[in-house]
């Protein structure tokens, strides 16, 4: 019982003390994508202990997307999530410190949330730790 208990500190200490902080590194202020000379909206996404930066991010509909995202130093595994085949979004990918790229063109107007798909064990999911945001596709 006695090594549980510095066990569950030790954990609490080292995962559960970073969300004041990742609330701090995610501002709600929007970002807008820089259009490339290749015609494409570029946005870069960091994510990190349950955070995503930006966490509000505007692209233009029929204009293809490529987001580069890539995880912050650690150990922690993450994952970036759109679902969204109303707008012809379906993004599902592992990430990594590497530089991922991923595209797609975005076809419907609207809001779609992104977010961590993971979960450990009994504890609360990524998402439910904040590590989610808002991918808006305007007119």
Known sequence: MKYFAVFFLLWSGLFGGSAAWAEEAASDEAYQASMG???????????????FRPKRIVVKVNVPVELEVSLEQGVIPHTLVITAPEAG????EKLSTDVKKIRFTPTAAGKYPFYCSSKLLFFESHRQKGMEGMLEVAL
Do not use: K, M, R
């Not at 000379?37 to 955070?51: A, T």
């Not at 979004?89 to 599902?92: E, F, G, H, R, S």
């Open 89 to 92: 979004i379906a993004v599902n």
């Open 37 to 51: 000379s290749d015609g494409v909206q570029h946005v870069s996404i960091l994510g990190g202990s349950y955070f």
